[in-house]
């Protein structure tokens, strides 16, 4: 059995929007400790959705961040020499910390210039429901109701 539980983090809001969210949003974007440069990339970004949506660009991220957050996914299970994918739920931090990184990783592999560019395009995407991000969850839970079938062997 394990000691005991490690002390949660509580994460300092951002200078902008007050938001504990945004500011893990940009320690995950970030690159070699730049953090300066993850904020003004996020901050650049919010600035250009504001221009092509004229919505609050915090209340665009957000609603991109719902569509991108996964509610079950599949984790492999040996039983008996067969390797079954058993859907489970996912906790809420793990769910926001999964949406966080497949909207920066999804905003990465776009097409455009500079990251802000990419960003803001994947995340206006992302509020309308569509993109690659929405896709992957999409995916993901299609995998997970495919698997409904093995949900008994729950660990």
């Known amino acids: 059995m394990r000691k005991r539980k490690p002390k949660?983090?509580?994460i300092q809001p951002d200078p902008r929007f007050n938001d504990p969210m945004v500011t893990q949003f940009v320690n995950n974007m970030m690159w070699e400790g730049k953090?300066?440069?993850s904020y003004a990339i996020f901050y650049d970004a919010?600035?250009?959705i504001a221009e092509k949506t004229s919505?609050?660009?915090h209340d665009v991220w957000k609603k991109a961040l719902e569509n991108?957050?996964?509610a079950v996914e599949v984790r492999s299970k040996r039983i008996g020499g067969a390797t079954f994918q058993i859907p489970t739920e996912i906790r809420p931090a793990r769910r926001l910390s999964i949406g966080i990184?497949?909207?920066i990783r999804f905003s990465r592999a776009r097409s455009g210039k500079g990251m802000a560019d990419k960003l803001a395009a994947e995340l206006i995407a992302a509020s309308k429901g569509e993109g690659a991000s929405v896709?992957?969850?999409e995916d993901t839970?299609?995998?997970a109701e495919a698997n409904r079938a093995f949900a008994h062997f729950k660990a």
């Open 8 to 10: 949660k983090r509580f």
């Open 35 to 37: 953090k300066s440069v």
């Open 46 to 48: 919010m600035d250009r």
């Open 55 to 57: 919505d609050n660009p």
């Open 68 to 70: 991108t957050m996964p």
């Open 101 to 103: 990184k497949w909207l």
């Open 135 to 137: 896709k992957r969850r």
């Open 141 to 143: 839970h299609r995998m």
